[in-house]
């Protein structure tokens, strides 16, 4: 399974995809950061943001997209732009018909580290180890939308074998 992370901003969105399968090596297949210029009218933004979002959907064709759930925050200025863009990347995957899952930062700290309270560095070198690279990816938007890739896979996956299951037992007359 291939899964679309994306860590959204305005001024630095991070993307990564990765491929796998609970229970099995994690690949790394890319990871970057895109922006825009806090200079620019909102609406230009967010259209550079969509051609962004669309130019990773097109090359890496995931599976499945997983966002970071908005939270607040004490600016509200940070907290608007975040759930923004973040409305681009839902948006753009559900026109593609990609299953798209929002993760709170605390669930994704806890499937990458296995604390829900692991700070920026502790999330960056268990992706770092998680996908045998020889850097740690760099900026931390980078990071951070692998770890969501990660936790989608090993949270999403298993989650959907296990509400799929009753009903496929329903319909073999079980």
Known sequence: MRVLGVDPGLTRCGFGVID????????LVATGVVGTSAADEIGRRLLALEE??????????????A???????HNVRTVMGTAQAGAVAIVCSARRGLPVALHTPSEVKAA????????KPQVTHMVTRLLAMSDPPRPADS??????AICHLWRGVPHR???AAPAARGTAGG
Do not use: I
């Open 143 to 148: 990071a951070d939308a692998l770890a969501l």
């Open 112 to 119: 990458v580290t296995g604390s829900g309270r692991a700070g």
């Open 161 to 163: 074998r296990l509400t």
């Open 20 to 27: 796998g399968e609970p229970g099995r090596r994690l690949a």
């Open 67 to 73: 966002v970071e759930r908005v939270f607040s925050q």
């Open 52 to 65: 962004q979002v669309e130019r990773w959907l097109t090359d890496y064709r995931p599976d499945a997209v």
